[in-house]
């Protein structure tokens, strides 16, 4: 089974939620030394092999070039969520084993979304906000607009949560296969054109808080962080024995 975003485009409207706390609690950021990276692959492995079953390798060869994120407990400083972020300038993306894309997203400026990952006492649900969620989203697209300059970014989802995605600004391509990286199951490719910046997304309900509005949880690295931090072959040989 894949793992996705846990956001109900439902509860995401500013009557519903209070913009000015939802991110409160948290601290997130990329990951800029090995042990960070460490800590992040444990939240992956945590929620993918222990807790869903996922039979899937952590790490795995596509976080060699990968940057990695991940979410944190202000108060405990404890990790508490992950996701991936994968350059097409290293080398094909992961979507590439199952997918054949098309040619304006075989460019080295396209980034990919995966692993999203989140401790299960931290989703939304229960009377939970989802905060980390869209804490995980906002650091992303900040980080690949503002320090990477990614034309595009991808991500592979299920049928039932395209109506997530589309909600934060993704477009379904049409390029559906069994992703054969996770479960096997029916995926297709969305895609966010960041070309021109996120100016062409200003109607969206949100697009202040998520591209205006300052929030200090959310920290960017002074300086872009080295691929792969934390991935060792012998790492990555013990992952896949």
Not at 35 to 62: C, F, H, M, T, W
Not at 88 to 106: D, I, K, M, T, Y
Not at 124 to 137: A, D, E, N, T
Not at 194 to 208: N, S, T, V
């Amino acid at each position: 089974m894949a793992i996705s975003m846990q956001i109900s485009p439902v509860s995401m409207t500013k009557a519903q939620i209070d913009l000015t706390k939802l991110l409160n609690g948290y601290r997130f950021r990329v990951c800029e030394t090995p042990q960070d990276a460490r800590r992040s692959l444990a939240i992956r492995r945590k929620v993918y092999v222990d807790e869903k079953g996922v039979n899937v390798p952590v790490p795995d060869a596509y976080d060699r070039h990968s940057w990695l994120m991940i979410a944190e407990e202000e108060a405990t400083g404890a990790a508490v969520a992950t996701l991936r972020i994968t350059t097409r300038a290293a080398g094909p993306l992961e979507c590439e084993h199952s997918f054949v894309l098309p040619g304006s997203l075989r460019t080295p400026d396209v980034l990919e979304m995966s692993r999203f990952a989140i401790l299960s006492e931290h989703r939304q649900g229960k009377g939970r906000s989802p905060g980390v969620s869209i804490g995980l989203f906002k650091a992303v697209a900040l980080f690949a607009h503002q320090m990477v300059g990614a034309a595009r970014m991808v991500l592979c989802s299920k049928a039932e949560r395209v109506q997530t995605y589309t909600y934060l600004g993704f477009r379904p391509t049409g390029v559906r296969a069994p992703y054969t990286a996770l479960d096997g199951a029916m995926h297709e490719i969305l895609v966010m054109d960041i070309r021109y910046g996120y100016e062409p997304y200003r109607d969206h309900e949100l697009f202040q808080f998520f591209f205006e509005t300052k929030s200090p949880q959310i920290v960017l690295p002074a300086v872009l962080p080295p691929l792969g931090l934390g991935v060792s072959t012998d790492a990555l040989l013990k992952a896949t024995a």
